[in-house]
């Protein structure tokens, strides 16, 4: 053994040989046959504030893979993790500054084949063996695995490549593909909504090579290019390749923060059905002087449309709620702790009161919990500059209903269909988008919840938020339900000011890093 301090005697470097050798059962025969080894520890290395602990890397000559780290060590190591982490982020930031530049908009088809390609790329040149797998009309799905240990535990992370579309463009503050930082964020389409959460992955990946040569774990990726219209190829892929998406749990996308900066994983999602109302009421458009004897359109729609909801945003089609899964004690003790502050939200949108009012906890209780009925888009007639008197022939109404889980598209759609019959709109046209988000959650008990709130103690210093499942639709049920992966949302870049699917969509600069941090720390945990 050679040992040499360091002269501020902070640092201790060690060279230790060991060689173990096979011992022979009561028979004689090796009992081990061919494990002798030899360790060498390397780069001990004393820090104060470890409280003692030493990191060290350990390796190991023959076939049968690296020993496993004490915690005790893992955790010094960990800490040079989270500086590479810091020391990275901003070559991390200019490859996302490339990767947002592309138009990935699906509901416009634009620039997908390029931008898959270019996502194949990044995780080959990460080490990943990648490959791109065609779907039957859509665009590419990416997939790309590095197994460093059979051994070890896999983490499956499900990213998206297409962004939504940027109207209003006059309220963007800046062309949204010309990505730029400006006042500590990230501004671009898509940096939060998710390719910002891909790059801040690979980022804690990187971190991993720098300091250990590789992640502590086994890593995939899955990376589709239709989320934003609903995923419509994609469940068919999910089916057709479930042995490969394997892993013992996954991260869907990522997480936000609070406005205060406190992390937050969710558990699962709500679902969506997306549902296209159409109101025909003559063959042609009419002079607006017909009006006192044709047929209106849009007045048709909208007395359909208040049969739905009432102000306080209760649905009101019969037998809406019966499927809904209600919340435990366990879970509701979580939101009573929450740092959630409804006023914050409130003056960020700039509006004066919550649907339903309430104080923190019921609202947020209300977000997570309940069902809704949105108006996305209504059309009818002339809506452009100036004025045009005439009575349409047609009105068109977008409507979003969020699901929690239990709650089937399927089902739901024919509650709605059988609602306006029984209220004489039987006329109204109802056209369901090939949406393929089922609401899905997982158990607060599951591996990779607890690994995702060690992780973030160790890179914030505290736990983070946990909510039972977003208010928003995403992947979770392709891999709760099909592939059995229990997956959550987090760690993320984004926060609840990110403007993700708005005019001016962001992220904040330490949020970027923290999650970097926080995902580099999970891998350790799982």
């Known amino acids: 053994m050679r040992t040499r301090r360091s002269s501020t005697s902070k640092v201790v470097v060690a060279y230790v040989s060991m060689t173990c050798t096979p011992f022979r059962s009561s028979i004689g025969s090796p009992a081990c046959a061919a494990r002798s080894r030899t360790y060498s520890f390397r780069a001990i290395r004393w820090d104060p504030r470890a409280r003692g602990c030493i990191a060290a890397s350990l390796h190991a000559s023959g076939s049968y893979g690296p020993p496993t780290f004490p915690r005790r060590v893992r955790g010094l190591v960990l800490t040079d993790v989270l500086a590479r982490v810091e020391a990275d982020a901003g070559k991390?930031?200019?490859?996302?500054?490339?990767?947002?530049?592309?138009?990935?908009?699906?509901?416009?088809?634009?620039?997908?084949?390029?931008?898959?390609?270019?996502?194949?790329?990044?995780?080959?040149?990460?080490?990943?063996?990648?490959?791109?797998?065609?779907?039957?009309?859509?665009?590419?799905?990416?997939?790309?695995?590095?197994?460093?240990?059979?051994?070890?535990?896999?983490?499956?992370?499900?990213?998206?490549?297409?962004?939504?579309?940027?109207?209003?463009?006059?309220?963007?503050?800046?062309?949204?593909?010309?990505?730029a930082i400006e006042e500590g964020k990230f501004w671009g389409r898509g940096c939060a909504d998710t390719k910002g959460n891909l790059i801040m992955q690979l980022l804690a990946v990187q971190a991993w090579q720098g300091v250990e040569g590789r992640p502590p774990i086994n890593l995939k990726f899955v990376v589709e290019g239709e989320e934003e219209v609903g995923s419509p190829h994609f469940g068919s892929f999910v089916h057709a390749n479930q042995e490969i998406l394997h892993a013992d749990g996954a991260t869907i996308e990522g997480g936000d923060h609070l406005h205060e900066g406190t992390p937050k994983i969710e558990l699962g999602c709500k679902g969506i059905l997306y549902v296209e109302m159409t109101s025909r009421t003559a063959k042609v458009d009419q002079h607006s002087s017909y009006a006192a004897i044709a047929p209106n359109p849009a007045w048709r729609l909208i007395h359909a449309l208040m049969t739905l909801r009432d102000a306080k945003g209760r649905i009101k089609v019969p037998g809406w709620y019966k499927d809904a899964r209600r919340p435990t004690a366990r879970e509701l003790r979580y939101l009573q702790a929450s740092a959630f502050k409804a006023d914050a939200l409130k003056e960020f949108w700039g509006v004066s009161e919550f649907v339903g009012g309430g104080n923190d906890f019921e609202v947020l209780r209300r977000l997570i919990y309940s069902p809704t009925c949105t108006i996305c888009g209504f059309v009818s007639g002339y809506i452009e500059q100036g004025t045009k008197t005439v009575n349409p022939a047609v009105a068109k109404a977008k409507i979003d209903f969020r699901l929690v889980p239990n709650m089937k598209q399927a089902t739901q759609f024919e509650k709605l269909r059988d609602h306006l019959i029984a209220k004489g709109f039987g006329d109204i046209e109802l056209s369901p988008a090939k949406e393929a988000l089922e609401a899905a959650a997982i158990s607060l008990s599951a591996r990779v919840v607890k690994a995702a709130i060690k992780g973030s103690v160790d890179a914030y210093g505290r736990e983070p938020e946990v909510w039972p499942w977003s208010a928003g639709a995403s992947a979770h049920g392709f891999f709760n339900e099909v592939v059995g992966v229990p997956s959550i949302s987090g760690p993320g870049v984004s926060y609840d000011g990110s403007n993700y699917h708005a005019p001016n969509e962001h992220f904040r600069m330490e949020d970027f890093v923290g999650g970097a941090k926080h995902m580099a720390a999970m891998m350790a945990r799982l």
């Not at 996302?96 to 908009?105: A, C, D, H």
């Not at 634009?110 to 065609?134: H, S, W």
């Not at 039957?136 to 499956?156: C, H, S, W, Y």
Request: charged residues 30%; hydrophobic residues 35%.
């Open 92 to 179: 991390a930031l200019e490859l996302l500054k490339e990767y947002v530049r592309f138009p990935t908009i699906s509901a416009h088809k634009r620039a997908q084949p390029e931008t898959a390609a270019f996502v194949r790329r990044l995780l080959v040149e990460n080490g990943f063996e990648a490959r791109e797998y065609p779907t039957d009309g859509g665009p590419n799905v990416v997939f790309g695995q590095m197994i460093v240990d059979e051994r070890k535990p896999t983490l499956l992370m499900y990213q998206h490549y297409d962004v939504q579309p940027v109207d209003p463009l006059n309220e963007w503050k800046r062309d949204p593909f010309d990505p």
